[in-house]
Protein backbone atom coordinates (compact mmCIF):
# COMPACT_ATOMS: atom_id res chain seq x y z
CA UNK A 1 0.00 0.00 0.00
CA UNK A 2 3.06 2.26 0.62
CA UNK A 3 4.37 1.40 -2.80
CA UNK A 4 1.31 2.35 -4.28
CA UNK A 5 0.79 5.93 -2.55
CA UNK A 6 4.77 7.01 -2.74
CA UNK A 7 4.40 6.03 -6.88
CA UNK A 8 1.11 7.93 -6.99
CA UNK A 9 2.64 11.20 -5.04
CA UNK A 10 6.04 11.03 -7.31
CA UNK A 11 3.50 10.74 -10.15
CA UNK A 12 1.29 13.93 -8.33
CA UNK A 13 4.41 15.71 -7.89
CA UNK A 14 5.53 14.94 -12.01
CA UNK A 15 2.47 15.90 -13.52
CA UNK A 16 2.65 19.24 -11.01
CA UNK A 17 5.97 20.33 -12.38
CA UNK A 18 5.35 19.60 -15.82
CA UNK A 19 2.27 21.94 -15.54
CA UNK A 20 4.03 24.76 -14.15
CA UNK A 21 7.02 24.65 -16.40
CA UNK A 22 4.40 24.77 -19.57
CA UNK A 23 2.18 27.58 -17.88
CA UNK A 24 5.51 29.50 -17.75
CA UNK A 25 7.27 29.21 -21.15
CA UNK A 26 8.94 32.54 -20.52
CA UNK A 27 10.01 32.36 -16.93
CA UNK A 28 13.35 34.16 -16.80
CA UNK A 29 13.01 35.28 -20.00
CA UNK A 30 12.27 38.90 -18.03
CA UNK A 31 15.87 39.50 -17.26
CA UNK A 32 16.74 39.38 -20.73
CA UNK A 33 18.48 43.24 -22.15
CA UNK A 34 16.32 42.54 -25.34
CA UNK A 35 13.33 40.14 -24.39
CA UNK A 36 12.56 39.30 -28.05
CA UNK A 37 16.45 38.51 -28.47
CA UNK A 38 18.74 35.48 -26.70
CA UNK A 39 22.21 36.63 -25.76
CA UNK A 40 23.51 34.14 -29.04
CA UNK A 41 21.27 35.96 -31.15
CA UNK A 42 22.71 39.23 -30.47
CA UNK A 43 26.14 38.10 -30.98
CA UNK A 44 25.59 36.68 -34.02
CA UNK A 45 23.51 39.33 -35.30
CA UNK A 46 26.39 41.61 -33.97
CA UNK A 47 29.32 39.08 -35.68
CA UNK A 48 27.44 38.61 -39.06
CA UNK A 49 26.67 35.08 -38.99
CA UNK A 50 23.74 33.72 -40.78
CA UNK A 51 21.38 32.40 -38.20
CA UNK A 52 19.96 30.00 -40.58
CA UNK A 53 18.48 33.42 -42.91
CA UNK A 54 19.88 31.78 -45.97
CA UNK A 55 18.56 27.71 -45.46
CA UNK A 56 16.60 28.21 -48.34
CA UNK A 57 19.82 28.62 -50.50
CA UNK A 58 21.94 26.18 -48.22
CA UNK A 59 19.09 23.27 -48.86
CA UNK A 60 18.38 23.97 -52.06
CA UNK A 61 21.59 23.09 -53.43
CA UNK A 62 23.54 27.10 -52.89
CA UNK A 63 26.66 27.15 -50.97
CA UNK A 64 27.52 29.69 -48.51
CA UNK A 65 30.65 30.75 -48.84
CA UNK A 66 31.60 30.82 -45.05
CA UNK A 67 30.87 27.13 -45.17
CA UNK A 68 32.82 26.37 -48.43
CA UNK A 69 35.67 28.19 -47.00
CA UNK A 70 36.14 25.78 -44.08
CA UNK A 71 35.56 22.97 -46.31
CA UNK A 72 37.87 23.98 -48.79
CA UNK A 73 40.48 21.90 -49.05
CA UNK A 74 37.92 19.01 -48.85
CA UNK A 75 36.35 20.64 -51.86
CA UNK A 76 39.63 20.81 -53.82
CA UNK A 77 39.20 24.73 -54.19
CA UNK A 78 41.65 26.23 -56.47
CA UNK A 79 43.77 29.20 -55.41
CA UNK A 80 41.72 31.68 -57.67
CA UNK A 81 38.39 30.02 -55.73
CA UNK A 82 39.25 30.26 -52.52
CA UNK A 83 40.21 34.31 -53.25
CA UNK A 84 36.83 34.50 -54.82
CA UNK A 85 34.85 32.99 -52.24
CA UNK A 86 37.10 34.48 -49.50
CA UNK A 87 36.19 37.90 -51.21
CA UNK A 88 32.06 37.28 -50.84
CA UNK A 89 32.34 36.12 -47.57
CA UNK A 90 34.43 39.57 -46.42
CA UNK A 91 31.78 41.40 -48.71
CA UNK A 92 28.90 39.45 -46.83
CA UNK A 93 30.34 40.21 -43.32
CA UNK A 94 30.72 43.72 -44.33
CA UNK A 95 27.17 44.19 -45.06
CA UNK A 96 26.15 41.62 -42.51
CA UNK A 97 27.28 43.24 -39.68
CA UNK A 98 25.77 46.87 -39.85
CA UNK A 99 22.05 45.31 -41.14
CA UNK A 100 22.77 43.20 -38.00
CA UNK A 101 24.27 46.05 -35.58
CA UNK A 102 20.73 48.11 -36.65
CA UNK A 103 18.52 45.25 -36.20
CA UNK A 104 19.44 45.06 -32.18
CA UNK A 105 19.21 48.71 -32.37
CA UNK A 106 15.68 48.65 -33.78
CA UNK A 107 14.65 45.42 -31.20
CA UNK A 108 16.54 47.49 -28.29
CA UNK A 109 13.52 50.30 -29.12
CA UNK A 110 11.04 48.36 -29.29
CA UNK A 111 11.66 46.77 -26.06
CA UNK A 112 12.13 49.84 -24.49
CA UNK A 113 8.76 51.22 -25.77
CA UNK A 114 7.02 48.21 -24.22
CA UNK A 115 8.88 48.58 -20.80
CA UNK A 116 8.82 52.62 -20.35
CA UNK A 117 5.18 52.12 -21.50
CA UNK A 118 5.00 54.34 -23.95
CA UNK A 119 4.33 52.45 -26.96
CA UNK A 120 1.08 53.55 -29.29
CA UNK A 121 -0.09 51.74 -31.75
CA UNK A 122 2.00 54.24 -34.54
CA UNK A 123 4.93 53.91 -32.27
CA UNK A 124 4.87 50.16 -32.57
CA UNK A 125 3.81 49.79 -36.54
CA UNK A 126 6.66 52.25 -37.02
CA UNK A 127 8.90 49.93 -35.33
CA UNK A 128 7.55 46.79 -37.01
CA UNK A 129 8.35 48.14 -39.94
CA UNK A 130 11.77 49.11 -39.58
CA UNK A 131 12.55 45.90 -38.04
CA UNK A 132 11.00 43.83 -40.81
CA UNK A 133 12.73 46.12 -43.60
CA UNK A 134 16.47 45.04 -41.76
CA UNK A 135 15.59 42.10 -41.65
CA UNK A 136 14.79 41.55 -45.48
CA UNK A 137 17.88 43.21 -45.81
CA UNK A 138 19.96 41.19 -43.25
CA UNK A 139 18.43 37.82 -44.92
CA UNK A 140 18.92 38.84 -48.52
CA UNK A 141 22.64 40.08 -47.51
CA UNK A 142 22.86 36.40 -46.66
CA UNK A 143 21.04 34.89 -49.44
CA UNK A 144 22.75 37.02 -52.41
CA UNK A 145 26.20 35.72 -51.45
CA UNK A 146 25.09 32.08 -51.74
CA UNK A 147 23.86 32.88 -54.80
CA UNK A 148 27.36 33.88 -56.29
CA UNK A 149 29.43 31.35 -54.39
CA UNK A 150 27.31 28.51 -56.09
CA UNK A 151 28.42 30.28 -59.82
CA UNK A 152 31.36 29.74 -58.59
CA UNK A 153 31.95 26.23 -57.95
CA UNK A 154 31.76 23.38 -60.79
CA UNK A 155 29.08 20.31 -60.56
CA UNK A 156 31.70 17.95 -58.51
CA UNK A 157 32.20 20.58 -55.99
CA UNK A 158 29.04 21.19 -55.27
CA UNK A 159 28.41 17.31 -55.08
CA UNK A 160 31.44 16.55 -53.02
CA UNK A 161 29.82 20.12 -50.74
CA UNK A 162 25.89 18.43 -50.44
CA UNK A 163 27.79 15.17 -49.15
CA UNK A 164 30.21 16.71 -46.98
CA UNK A 165 27.34 18.88 -45.53
CA UNK A 166 24.90 15.70 -45.28
CA UNK A 167 22.58 16.75 -47.78
CA UNK A 168 23.62 14.51 -50.36
CA UNK A 169 24.93 10.66 -49.75
CA UNK A 170 27.77 9.91 -52.12
CA UNK A 171 25.04 7.35 -54.29
CA UNK A 172 23.45 10.79 -55.31
CA UNK A 173 20.40 10.03 -52.68
CA UNK A 174 19.31 12.85 -50.55
CA UNK A 175 18.71 13.55 -47.06
CA UNK A 176 19.24 10.70 -43.89
CA UNK A 177 17.92 7.21 -45.02
CA UNK A 178 14.74 5.83 -43.34
CA UNK A 179 15.29 2.09 -42.39
CA UNK A 180 11.58 0.09 -42.22
Not at 130 to 144: M, N, P
Not at 152 to 179: F, I, N, T, V, W
Amino acid sequence: MRRILLITATLVVMCNAAGAQSSQPYAGLEQRPIKALSQQQIDDLKAGRGMGLALAAELNGYPGPSHVLELGDRLDLTPDQRIQVQRLFDAMKQEAVPLGNRLVEQETELDRLFSARVVTSDSLKAALVAISETQALLRESHLKYHLSTAALLDPGQMQRYAELRGYQHPDGSKGHKHHH
